[in-house]
């Protein structure tokens, strides 16, 4: 755990030094060498790192680093409630003000696919997943109707 501790912290001081540092010579083989530093249990580097500088400074600053996880808890808490009363609030003005297009849309779109006269299922006695789609005698013809429904009607 110190290990990672440790190194969260070099990959946050590393992103803002590299901008400044990485024109100096070595500098990627000097980083190479501090993360197997860091890294292999003979040097223990991180365990050092861990307990000489990180731990001291978290127990000084523990009461703080505590509210501030409180407050950080609640601000969360309030801007997530804050942002569903909005999303909900401009979804509603949103559908008041393209409600009735978006039905008008949806009922042609409903009436070019199927209509209720078009089709009738066959014997009920069978399974929804075999169940075929018969046409109706209502004066089209069987190709027309799979003209119109070639997108819903499956193939064979």
């Known amino acids: 755990m110190m290990y ?3 190194f969260a912290l070099f990959v946050v001081i590393e992103t803002f030094t590299d901008i400044f540092l990485s024109w100096f010579p070595f500098y990627y083989e000097l980083k190479i060498a501090f993360v197997i530093w860091l890294l292999l249990p003979t040097f223990k580097g991180s365990s050092f790192i861990y307990r000489k500088l990180l731990h001291p400074y978290l127990v000084k600053n523990e009461q703080d680093i505590d509210l501030y996880i409180e407050r950080s808890k609640e601000l969360g808490s309030q ?11 401009v979804a509603q003005r949103t559908l008041a003000q393209k409600g009735p297009v978006w039905r008008s849309v949806s009922a042609q779109y409903l009436d070019q696919i199927v209509s209720q006269r078009d089709i009738d299922y ?29 997108q819903c009607w499956p193939s064979p």
């Not at 801007?79 to 609030?89: N, R």
């Not at 789609?133 to 799979?146: I, P, Y």
């Open 79 to 89: 801007a997530l409630v804050t942002l569903g009363k909005q999303s909900v609030e």
């Open 122 to 150: 066959a014997d009920d006695d069978q399974t929804d997943a075999s169940r075929s789609v018969l046409v109706k005698d209502s004066g089209d013809d069987a190709t027309s109707f799979k003209e119109r429904c070639s």
């Open 4 to 6: 990672w501790i440790v």
